[in-house]
């Protein structure tokens, strides 16, 4: 299915804010159950939920952030944001998700893709993503290396202090 994809608007607001909650739920469970829980809470000491409606919230009202949102008979079913390297190099997926009840119908797919392109249209010459590694997060794994982005291991390690 080919996803119709528009600039965000701020009447999109509420609808791209709770399709993520519902989107990212699996996700944060996954996390919980793979960080140490001192941790996690310390990253998140008001709930995830507060979390990332804040970080969502603002990604939408950010200037340099290009935001599109996928629909399906008008109604919100995803958004992709991207940052722009001003100096032209380095386009990033910022932030994506696709609402559970559209998972798995290519979504996903053609918001990466249009995000990829929406990047080479600006002169960018690198396009990046950044995800989890832990199981919550296979599905966008898996979304990024049928859309052809390769993988470059990192760690990341955190302690409560």
Do not use: C
Request: charge should be negative; charged fraction near 20%; aromatic fraction near 10%.
């Amino acid at each position: 299915m080919k996803t119709r994809i528009e600039s965000y608007d701020v009447q999109h607001l509420d609808a791209v804010v709770q399709l993520s909650l519902r989107a990212w739920a699996p996700v944060f469970v996954s996390m919980k159950a793979t960080m140490d829980i001192e941790v996690y809470d310390a990253f998140y000491p008001d709930g995830w939920h507060v979390s990332q409606e804040q970080a969502v919230t603002g990604v939408l009202a950010d200037n340099d952030i290009k935001v599109w949102v996928a629909l399906e008979a008008m109604e919100a079913v995803g958004f992709v944001a991207v940052k722009l390297d001003p100096e032209g190099v380095l386009g990033q997926i910022y932030m994506v998700a696709v609402d559970p009840d559209s998972q798995g119908k290519g979504v996903g797919s053609d918001l990466t893709a249009f995000a990829v392109d929406a990047m080479r249209d600006a002169g960018m010459s690198i396009a990046m993503v950044e995800t989890g590694g832990d199981p919550g997060h296979a599905p966008a794994r898996q979304t990024y290396e049928k859309a052809g982005f390769g993988l470059f291991p990192a760690a990341q390690y955190f302690k409560k202090l």
